[in-house]
C-alpha cells in the first residue's frame, strides 16, 4: 500500500509505504501502483469537492476504487474506469477483485487514462474560452 499525502497518516498494519504529497514526484509514484483508492464519506462537504485524486488516477492509467460521492461520480465509471464503494463490504469486495485481476486493472486503467483527456487544461481552458465566444456573440434578450 502506497499512501500519498501531505500529512502521511500513520498506519500501523501491514507493509505500508508513506510518501509525502510533492507535484514533482507524485506522477512518478503512481505510475509505480496498479490501483487507486479514494475513499470519502457522504456528506455536504464531500459532495460540493471536485475529484482531483480520481483524476489523477486516471491520468496515470490507474483504475479507481472510490465513494460514490460529488465530482468522483463523474470520473470513476463504474465497471468501465473502476468501481464504487460505500460500505466496508463493498470497499472488500472491490478491492479484492482488482487486486484479483491484472487484466481488468488494464482495461479500467487504460480506459481512465482515455477518459482523463477531458481535464487537460489547454483542451478545457479552449472549451471554456468557446462558451464565452459564444455567449458575448449571442444577441441580448
Known sequence: LVVVSEGVPAIEEGRVQEVRGNPITEGEVLASCDLG???LPDDAWTRGK?????MQF???GLP???SPVGASRDVVIPEETGLWASTSEEWLVALRRLAAD???RQRMGTAARAGA????LPLYVAR????LDD???APAS
Open 37 to 39: 483508492v479514494s475513499p
Open 50 to 54: 471536485g475529484a482531483y485524486r480520481s
Open 58 to 60: 486516471a491520468a496515470a
Open 64 to 66: 479507481t476504487v472510490a
Open 102 to 104: 491484472p487484466g481488468l
Open 117 to 120: 483527456a477531458r481535464y487537460d
Open 128 to 131: 471554456y474560452l468557446s462558451l
Open 135 to 137: 455567449v458575448l456573440a
